[in-house]
């Protein structure tokens, strides 16, 4: 009964990657050419598989799809790896300073996701807030000054910058009565490895890719958890309102807003910065930092079905026109991806896709404007 066990199974896998293998195009009767980086990589995306596109599903499969994406999703991002060595953990919380600001206070916490990571975050609570106030979350991207979201400057160019080109969003948004949080990304901060900060580099986000990529784990899937671990004790200890759980941030803080909110369903509103456009176009032929790659990603989707997994929630998604790492033709794109899945999830007004002039950068009065409007009652 054993070896006949063994014959079914090897039988059934082997059924399996025939049918995955005939998906790809068959390439072996193409003219011999030389060797050319760029054009070899491209074809390499134009034969990945996609699985799980939203169009290989179409709108009568929408809740289908969406189930199946985001399973993968957890999957590849490591997610399931770090769920299955933490199912009892329980994350602790220390609060370190507190500062009266005028308009609020401004906290420093931390907070232990897993028995050996703490993860710095600033906290902004208002002094005029509603009773359920709604909640802010700023994840920031690859900035020289970590703290700059929150209002803290290096120095008085830094301040002006940060005012000219929208890099203080906590702040700002603090200001208009919104509790918001700026947690410090893995990889950053304490996260570091230890040879970066001696070298006086600002982050380890390649180091941190290459261990995680031994353990089945990825920089992004790590950034999730710990913002879901984030939100576990925010919902638990402050005067936050369920019905308004927003993350914005811009570049690596924008990825980290359309994954995060593609998984976790608590996420109400999302508003990504300059990190939307095709993984292949953009990802695949502009220099990027190493901590957004995911392994095998186009075999499953593109970045248009990745932000349709928030629906039938609300994205609103800001481009620049001059962006030339999130670039602005591939991202409208794709936009049309994610419009027809929140049409099939009944919710097309749901998405939103902002072009602004100018290049990599946050466009804060915009987010304000969206905010305002869509917030649940």
Same mark, same amino acid.
């Given at each position: 009964?054993?070896?006949?066990?063994?014959?079914?199974?090897?039988?059934?896998?082997?059924? =399996?990657?025939?049918?995955?293998?005939?998906?790809?195009?068959?390439?072996?009767?193409?003219?011999? @050419?030389?060797?050319?980086?760029? /054009?070899?990589?491209?074809?390499?995306?134009?034969?990945?598989?996609?699985?799980?596109?939203?169009?290989? $599903?179409?709108?009568?499969?929408?809740?289908?799809?969406? /189930?199946?994406?985001?399973?993968?999703?957890?999957?590849?991002?490591?997610?399931?790896?770090?769920?299955?060595?933490?199912?009892?953990?329980?994350?602790?919380?220390?609060?370190?300073?507190?500062?009266?600001?005028?308009?609020?206070?401004?906290?420093?916490?931390?907070?232990?996701?897993?028995?050996?990571?703490?993860?710095?975050?600033?906290?902004?609570?208002?002094?005029? *807030? /509603?009773?359920?106030?709604?909640?802010?979350?700023?994840?920031?991207?690859?900035?020289?000054?970590?703290?700059?979201?929150?209002?803290? $400057?290096?120095?008085?160019?830094?301040?002006?910058?940060?005012?000219?080109? %929208?890099?203080?969003?906590?702040?700002?948004?603090?200001?208009?009565?919104?509790?918001?949080?700026?947690?410090?990304?893995?990889?950053?901060?304490?996260?570091?490895?230890?040879?970066?900060?001696?070298?006086?580099?600002?982050? =380890?986000?390649?180091?941190?890719?290459?261990?995680?990529?031994? @353990?089945?784990?990825?920089?992004?899937?790590?950034?999730?958890? %710990?913002?879901?671990?984030?939100?576990?004790?925010?919902?638990?200890?402050?005067?936050?309102?369920?019905?308004?759980?927003?993350?914005?941030?811009? =570049?690596?803080?924008?990825?980290?807003?359309? $994954?995060?909110?593609?998984?976790?369903?608590?996420?109400?509103?999302?508003?990504?910065?300059?990190?939307?456009?095709?993984?292949?176009?953009?990802?695949?032929?502009?220099?990027?930092?190493?901590?957004?790659?995911?392994?095998?990603?186009?075999?499953?989707?593109?970045?248009?079905?990745?932000?349709?997994?928030?629906?039938? *929630?609300?994205?609103?998604?800001?481009?620049?026109?001059?962006?030339?790492?999130?670039?602005?033709?591939?991202?409208?794109?794709?936009?049309?991806?994610? /419009?027809?899945?929140?049409?099939?999830?009944?919710?097309?007004?749901?998405?939103?896709?902002?072009?602004?002039?100018?290049?990599?950068?946050?466009?804060?009065?915009?987010?304000?404007?969206?905010?305002?409007?869509?917030?649940?009652?």
């Amino acid at each position: 009964m054993k070896r006949i066990s063994i014959l079914i199974v090897t039988c059934i896998l082997s059924v =399996s990657c025939t049918d995955r293998d005939q998906k790809y195009k068959d390439r072996s009767s193409e003219p011999l @050419v030389g060797f050319e980086f760029q /054009k070899h990589c491209d074809i390499t995306y134009d034969n990945a598989l996609l699985k799980d596109a939203f169009d290989k $599903y179409g709108p009568g499969k929408y809740k289908k799809w969406q /189930k199946t994406l985001r399973k993968d999703l957890k999957e590849i991002l490591g997610l399931n790896v770090i769920e299955g060595q933490l199912k009892d953990f329980k994350p602790v919380t220390r609060k370190i300073a507190e500062e009266d600001i005028g308009f609020a206070s401004r906290q420093r916490w931390e907070i232990w996701t897993e028995p050996d990571v703490n993860i710095p975050f600033i906290l902004i609570v208002p002094k005029e *807030r /509603k009773e359920k106030t709604p909640l802010i979350l700023t994840p920031h991207g690859h900035n020289r000054n970590l703290e700059v979201y929150a209002g803290i $400057y290096e120095s008085e160019k830094d301040s002006t910058d940060a005012w000219k080109m %929208d890099r203080n969003p906590a702040f700002r948004f603090a200001q208009e009565g919104f509790i918001t949080l700026l947690p410090t990304a893995r990889g950053y901060g304490s996260t570091m490895y230890p040879e970066d900060l001696a070298d006086g580099k600002r982050w =380890s986000c390649r180091e941190l890719l290459m261990r995680d990529l031994l @353990v089945g784990r990825t920089p992004v899937g790590d950034r999730c958890w %710990d913002l879901m671990k984030i939100l576990d004790w925010a919902l638990e200890n402050l005067p936050i309102d369920p019905k308004n759980i927003i993350v914005t941030g811009n =570049s690596g803080g924008g990825t980290q807003a359309e $994954y995060w909110s593609a998984l976790d369903e608590r996420v109400t509103m999302s508003i990504p910065g300059s990190a939307f456009s095709s993984m292949a176009a953009s990802w695949g032929s502009v220099h990027h930092c190493e901590c957004g790659y995911i392994p095998g990603i186009l075999n499953y989707c593109e970045l248009g079905d990745l932000a349709g997994l928030t629906a039938p *929630r609300k994205i609103c998604i800001l481009q620049g026109t001059d962006d030339h790492i999130s670039l602005t033709k591939q991202a409208k794109e794709q936009f049309l991806t994610t /419009k027809r899945i929140y049409e099939a999830a009944g919710a097309p007004d749901n998405c939103s896709l902002i072009v602004k002039e100018g290049g990599h950068r946050y466009f804060f009065d915009d987010a304000l404007e969206y905010v305002k409007a869509n917030l649940a009652d």
